[in-house]
């Protein structure tokens, strides 16, 4: 029976922008069309809204939102489609799909199966599937691509630009692995000058992402990557911490198995590079390193490390904003299934598939909250087993209908027929069956239903291959021993069997992708995410919207006044831990890799978060990435009201420490305010604790990537009272702002009566960072704000221990000490006084005989 869902406010909105048949010609709109009418035009936060065309002059249309407002705009601000419903996609994608059968008949019954398994969204395709079958020759039926590391050439760089520009412009996402690219400072003999580096060409990539508009409906996705031998990988990790390089990119870098035992057992690291004087160095070097050192060729040492200091900094950029991830990629290609023919060198710009140069990831999901017994209350597992049979052949048919712009991208697809099922749906299907995720019940419940749709979708692959035949490059033997296969075949013996008695038809078949617009669109929960809240808001292209998750709200209108029952969980409320547990049982049956976010509050810390990482390396993981709330300025989802339309969008809620702190601290902003009331200059007078003629403390000598800081702590009633700052030159930018730094600590530790204010101003300041930092472990500083935080703590601690000689009544002269721990010039050598980079705004800038330069960015100015 073919049923119907009618789709409403943001999924709508979805369909109708991204993925339903377009009409290109705006001028074709007339009275009566259903268009999406662009509300804001704005390039950061644009607004789009669904309505129908009521009027029209000329190129001026008058358009009537959902919302019943009307809307006057010209045609070139709408976008006009053909199809309307969700029904007409599906019919329109299962006869593309069913086109690549041979022979009318089994075209029909493969029309009648797609159909089947797309009506009342239980497979939902691809982005690109979707918005490309059926509809038009030019747009890639395939998600995202990674094309080879660029030729080490300013040829070869602009090479890569073209054909990143030509997936993009298509539809396509890409991923690019740097690591072919010389470091920053080498030698180029041809010009006589050296390379600007790995990562300014990456900057170059993601300037040219963020111009590229794919297929009318959303911006270009790019995946940067370098390995963890490369010398620049340092710049590389801490690249988006300089606002301006990389901006439409994501980032990870590429660990071995050899680092990550470096890192535990604290060894030196070497950072190396191909000798570039070596003969033929620009025809086979590739960026693969192994394969260069098997060639018997030169390698140059360029800087030793510890291990353990660049897997600081990876953890400790990730905890600031979510990035760097991580991809475990030797461990990766040891898992893979074309691991003997066809490394996996970076992953798409989601990191869910890992892919060779030319690979491409061709993605569809099972909504598997369409398959809950309501009777039995249990999977519908025989419903499953046809629904991901049928979907494997669906996304192989996608491989002989996608059109291709590169010959070597359809040579290496048809060569392997790399496919990527996966999954929404599934926090949907678990609190429907009561199970709450995250629990070690549902660890088990997971290997369980991804350990069936593994094996029902590879004995479907066999199946196929028995009539169309295996990839290209099938070898039963080898193919059997990689480390997933191992694993399948262990669980489910009969896959083995079919694999040697038939073939198999696709080199991968499982990935589990976010899908963050179609499950949203669907109405569903995300990829194999929990609920990121049960209401919630959501900034997107299209607007911002607010978010009603409709299996809770349907809860709470059946039992008003209750709270939701436990297994009601949403992300925010597991451990990371917990999300990277689950991550881990779902990736045993996935053989390329999975999108999966490990969530934590705002007060997670940078030790909480390394610990996180190796975690997901010690349970089989292939890569990590945290979000920590509030690490960004632009977070796409969030459980505020307000909207916002500068950088600040999304801004996340801090967590309930803070928020009380910042509802008393109300009264206090509105005295700092210019038109304060009298009432509020009352009661600010009463908790506002006046500074005595006298008071003791001590000042500690700390060294900072600013140059060396002078902070004075002075105790009020036992407890720190204020805050003074002494750092760089007198009149600099530096000196200003420290100075501002200590007035509102000051103001902010004498006001009110909160017991846990001094360890509360710790916690917030502890760990900001900026472009550099100085020392190492224990004795890292990250910042003035983070020297404040550790010389608070020095304080409090020195003050404990000598609690019993105080006497508050008598006045004790500052001293001046060399913060343990914290102080460490004798070691490193104190920072020259710097001062913050007009142009770059890195702590860089320093004064040379009369003039300021600046030794990040090259900005020099004289007196």
Known sequence: MVMTRKLEGLSEKIFLDRYAWKNADTRNTAVGDVVLVLTKDDPKFPAKEVGEVIGRSGDEVTVKVRSGDTVTTSVEKLTLTIEKTPEEMWDRLAGAMAGAEQGKEKQQIWTERFRYILDDWKLVPGGRIAAGAGASEELTLFNCYVIPSPKDS?????????????????????GINLSSLRPRRAIVAGVNGSSSGAVSWGGLFSYTTGLIEQGGSRRGALMLMINDWHPDVLDFITVKQTMGQVTNANLSVCVSNAFMKAVKEDLEWEL??????????????????????????????????????????IIESAWKSAEPGVVFMEYYNQMSNSWYFNPIICTNPCGEQGLPGWGVCNL????????????????????????????????????????????????????ERRVGLGTMGLAELMIKLGIRYGSPESLLFLDKIYGFMAREAYLASSEIAAEKGSFEAFDAEKFLQSGFMKNLVSEFPEVGEAVLAKGIRNVTIITQAPTGSTGTMVGTSTGIEPYFAFEYFRQSRLGFDKQLVPIAQAWKDAHPGEELPDYFVTAMDLSAKDHIRAQAAIQRWVDSSISKTANCPSDFTVEETKELYELAFDLGCKGVTIYRDGSRDVQVLSTKKEEKSDSAAGEAAATAEAVKEEDKLETLNAALNAKVSPQAEQDFDKQYKRRPQILRGATYKVNTPFGMAYITINDLNGIPGEIFLNVGKAGSDVFAMAEALGRVCSLFLRYGDHGNKVKLLIKHLKGIGGTGAIGFGANRVESIADAVAKALEIHIESTNEQAAAYEPVKAAPTVIAEAPGVDDSHKHGEVTSRDLCPSCGSASLINVEGCKQCSNCGYSKCN
């Open 272 to 313: 190396v590079f191909p000798d570039t004087k070596e003969t033929d160095y620009d025809e086979l070097w590739t960026g693969d390193l192994d394969a260069w050192k098997k060639l018997g060729k030169r390698v140059i040492h360029y800087k030793t490390v510890r291990a353990r200091e660049v897997w600081h900094t």
């Open 364 to 415: 569809s999901a099972i909504n598997l909250s369409k398959f809950y017994d309501e009777g039995k209350h249990d999977v519908d597992w025989e419903e499953l087993a046809k629904v991901t049979g049928w979907s494997v052949r669906f996304l192989d048919n996608v491989i002989d209908t996608t059109p291709y712009h590169f010959e070597e991208n359809e040579k290496n697809q048809k060569r």
């Open 154 to 174: 300013r040829g070869g760089i602009m090479t890569t630009l073209s054909e990143m520009t030509e997936i993009m412009a298509r539809g396509g996402g890409v």
